[in-house]
């Protein structure tokens, strides 16, 4: 059993090196406009690049949050510094590969369970990657809010299209609220098996699946229906870290949007609003990338969300290629740092 883990790891990394290595060769700009990229952001790039170690840090204590509820009252136990570690190496794999959990939660699982048990591994790293994705639909739920208030003040246009995208996106969070109160309540393992069986030529597989595992798959639901029902302060907790990372990550494009002179007149008042501009640009691009979330890094997704969200704010489609290109090298780099964490022993 052990040599089948390090085999699956090595192969988790192999996949992650190639991945980067097509990912460099497919660059959408020539290596001179790269470059002149590059020399543009100059020492904004140390900022850019280290808000991430914070970024990565509040995602890890979040998890971390989550696992402690689980283990708590056993034997088992796993380290901060190594939950960070399979933090930055899981969203490393998440970049990296086709539909973005498929890479970085199975990799979770199998280096976590070395820790704890195989059900509270599982449990945990889907408990998590609900998490993440429901401060998501938080995140861009108040950017709604944020967006109309900015619009009341005269900042940002507002018109019968504009109202119509954002109420359309009401109400997708609405219904994602309610999704996952659902799943919070009862689990989603079972019924997501279940689910795959409609799939064309997965109905034997599944049905298999299920009657091999039944038990263990029931007993992760209900792990991940306790959470919320017995552990409410760290369900809230863990929400509020994740919802709290998507706020530190708009940090690189505000200081990209200073970067390019725009502080909307500058003092704690500009500032502020220039920070807001920078959230939204990141709601609205993250919001368009996750919705086509099933190609390597969202390539081209990304770059059009940024382009497509600056836009709507008034800026230059220049700042958003720019935006776009930098924040496709940081993700290259931590990418790299990310496969690098993955061949450390503890």
């Not at 990912?23 to 991430?52: K, N, R």
């Not at 402690?68 to 034997?75: A, E, I, L, Q």
């Not at 199975?106 to 048990?117: D, F, T």
């Not at 704690?268 to 640009?281: N, P, Q, V």
């Amino acid at each position: 059993m052990k040599w089948t883990k390090q085999r699956l790891n090595n192969l988790f990394f192999v996949v992650g090196v190639l991945a980067c290595v097509v990912m460099l060769f497919t660059f959408d700009v020539s290596f001179v406009e790269l470059w002149q990229h590059l020399c543009h952001a100059g020492y904004w790039l140390l900022p850019i690049i280290g808000v991430w170690i914070v970024i990565y840090a509040i995602n890890a204590w979040s998890w971390y949050t989550i696992i402690r509820s689980k283990t708590r009252g056993t034997d088992e136990h796993v380290t901060l510094w190594r939950v960070y570690r399979l933090t930055i190496t899981g969203y490393a794999l998440n970049y990296a590969t086709p539909v973005g959990g498929l890479g970085g939660e199975p990799y979770r699982i199998l280096e976590l369970s070395k820790n704890v048990g195989n059900q509270h591994a599982t449990s945990s790293v889907i408990l998590y990657a609900m998490m993440h994705f429901f401060a998501h639909f938080w995140f861009w739920f108040s950017s709604i809010f944020i967006y109309l208030a900015l619009a009341a003040v005269g900042d940002l246009p507002i018109n019968t299209a504009i109202a119509t995208v954002l109420g359309i996106i009401i109400v997708f969070c609405l219904i994602a609220f309610y999704i996952f109160s659902r799943g919070y309540r009862n689990g989603l393992v079972v019924k997501a098996i279940r689910w795959i069986g409609h799939i064309p030529g997965l109905k034997n597989w599944s049905q298999r699946f299920y009657e091999s595992h039944a038990e263990a798959l029931h007993n992760i639901d209900q792990q991940i229906a306790a959470l919320h029902a017995d552990d409410k302060r760290a369900f809230y907790y863990s929400l509020l870290l994740e919802y709290l990372s998507r706020i530190v990550q708009s940090s690189e494009v505000f200081f990209m949007l200073l970067l390019f002179g725009i502080d909307c007149g500058g003092g704690f008042s500009g500032l502020t609003i220039t920070y807001l501009h920078a959230i939204l640009i990141v709601s609205f691009t993250t919001l368009f990338a996750n919705l086509i979330g099933f190609l390597p890094m969202q390539l081209g997704v990304q770059e059009g969300g940024f382009v497509i969200s600056i836009a709507a704010l008034g800026l230059s489609a220049a700042l958003g290629i720019f935006v776009s290109i930098i924040c496709r090298v940081r993700e290259i780099i931590w990418i790299v740092i990310g496969m690098a964490l993955m061949r450390l022993r503890d």
